[in-house]
């Protein structure tokens, strides 16, 4: 302490002595506690004049450490304080009166705490022990605590934490959870005098890596995306990185900040494959595996989607399927609704329709199939043939005309009856005359002679074409009947 400070302090004390109307003998001292180096100083006051001198410990103090103010008081100065002059420091008074009093004053002495080289930063492995040292010096004598989060560590045997008679901290088995700071206070014995250093306690785990699942299921497509998450732990904080089955097109593969998620957009089938995250510190590295399995949707392509054929003739359409897993094939006769097999005259060869010399039931719908876990796909061949023969076909004469009338329509070949073509003839000697008949009209003759006998037969017809005739029936036609008007009555002959 400088000159001036020491004149000024002494001067506060003096002036706390002068204004004091107390009578009694008082010591005063700016602090009880003294660190060694540290300048006491005592003022005594007697409240009356007197002689006064100085005792520590019952032994008298050289008058060089004392200085007398004036008759009622003194002052006492140790400039540097050490560990001997700790103790109890009596200021005696032979009053002019001849009573003799005194008054006395405890000083502590202390040297420290120190921690000297004791390290604040340490790191341990987890699911080991360790060790935090606290190396503290001081005098007379250091009572160490261990603190966390502001309490006390109890320092019980069997503890998961506990304080070492070296005044080491152990922690048992440490977990990442007994990562963190933790303050050792060293505390002069039985005095208010402590230092807090704080100490850095940091748990190091090897990684661990893991998938949520085994396995991932996509199906390929330009709007299809995946997300890998690989789940990571450890301390430090690992770095992660994935190896891919493949790598062509890297603009597809997509990472978050710590690429702990790996996101493929527009999956391919070359996605397919293994995955494999890797996690790495510096302890040690883990890795995890993922089997992607990209699906493809099934596609169906055939050689054409409409056939026409003329009846007895061949005809083949040939159907691909592709997709992942590979598809099953059929075909179904969907006009029938059944399923084609490889026997008959319908059949199917190599993944092809085949039709051998066609008739009219064939014609219709078909439909090439593919079907597979990742969905089902098909693609409609429409075979178009002639008409059938017409069936339950009744002929009917009138007057100068034939009337056709059909319980059912004649198989249509696949492909709507648009007409029906009406024949008629006197003799086998004459050709057919025709007449083209809209589907949706009356099935009649009109332009043939009264009684007059005639061959007819009818035949539907089609986009392909006609088709079979029915087999010819003869018929004979009507007169036209006419009535004869008479003033008495009328009458139409037979």
């Not at 704080?198 to 991932?216: C, D, F, G, M, Y």
């Not at 299921?217 to 990571?232: M, R, Y």
């Not at 076909?393 to 007409?419: A, M, N, R």
Request: aromatic share 6%.
């Amino acid at each position: 302490m400088n000159q001036s400070a020491l004149v000024l302090r002494t001067a506060l004390l003096l002036l706390l002595l002068m204004y004091s109307t107390d009578a009694e003998m008082t010591i005063v001292t700016t602090k009880q506690d003294v660190q060694v180096g540290e300048q006491i100083l005592l003022l005594c006051k007697a409240g009356a004049e007197g002689e006064i001198t100085w005792t520590k410990d019952g032994v008298d103090i050289d008058e060089e450490n004392v200085k007398k103010f004036d008759e009622t008081s003194s002052k006492m100065i140790i400039n540097k304080a050490t560990m001997q002059d700790a103790g109890r420091y009596s200021c005696h008074c032979e009053f002019d009166s001849g009573h003799i009093d005194k008054t006395e004053r405890q000083l502590y002495v202390y040297e420290g705490p120190s921690f000297g080289q004791t390290t604040t930063y340490h790191e341990f492995l987890k699911d080991t022990d360790g060790v935090v040292p606290c190396l503290v010096t001081g005098q007379p004598a250091v009572d160490v605590q261990w603190f966390r989060d502001n309490k006390e560590i109890p320092s019980h045997e069997g503890s998961h934490m506990r304080q070492l008679s070296d005044n080491s901290l152990l922690i048992k088995n440490v977990k990442r959870e007994d990562a963190g700071t933790y303050v050792c206070r060293a505390q002069i014995r039985g005095r208010p005098v402590f230092q807090n250093l704080s100490v850095s306690v940091v748990i190091n785990a090897p990684p661990t890596a893991r998938l949520r699942e085994e396995q991932k299921k996509v199906l390929a497509g330009p709007e299809s995306n995946v997300t890998l998450l690989c789940l990571v732990d450890g301390h430090p904080q690992p770095n992660i990185n994935w190896t891919m089955p493949n790598s062509i097109d890297p603009s597809r593969h997509h990472f978050n900040s710590d690429r702990s998620q790996l996101t493929i957009r527009s999956v391919t089938r070359a996605d397919y494959g293994e995955y494999v995250c890797t996690a790495t510190n510096k302890i040690a590295e883990s890795s995890a595996t993922i089997m992607l399995h990209v699906f493809e949707a099934p596609e169906v392509f055939v050689s054409a989607e409409q056939q026409s054929v003329s009846v007895g003739e061949r005809v083949s359409v040939s159907c691909k399927v592709s997709g992942h897993p590979q598809p099953e094939l059929h075909w179904l006769n969907k006009h029938k609704g059944r399923t084609v097999d490889s026997s008959g005259h319908v059949r199917v060869v190599d993944g092809a329709l085949v039709i051998e010399e066609v008739l009219s039931s064939d014609g219709g719908l078909y439909s090439c199939m593919a079907v597979s876990t990742s969905g089902n796909a098909s693609r409609d061949v429409a075979i178009h043939t002639e008409p059938g023969p017409p069936h339950y076909l009744s002929v009917s004469p009138g007057p100068s005309s034939v009337f056709f009338s059909l319980k059912t329509l004649p198989i249509s070949g696949g492909t709507p009856i648009t007409h029906f073509a009406l024949q008629w003839r006197q003799s086998a000697a004459e050709q057919w005359k025709e007449a083209m008949v809209p589907a949706s009209d009356p099935l009649a003759i009109t332009t043939l002679r009264q009684y007059t006998m005639y061959t007819v037969r009818l035949a539907a017809v089609n986009a392909v074409g006609a088709g079979q005739f029915s087999e010819p029936t003869n018929v004979r036609t009507l007169g036209i009947r006419k009535c004869y008007t008479h003033r008495t009555h009328a009458s139409c002959p037979l």
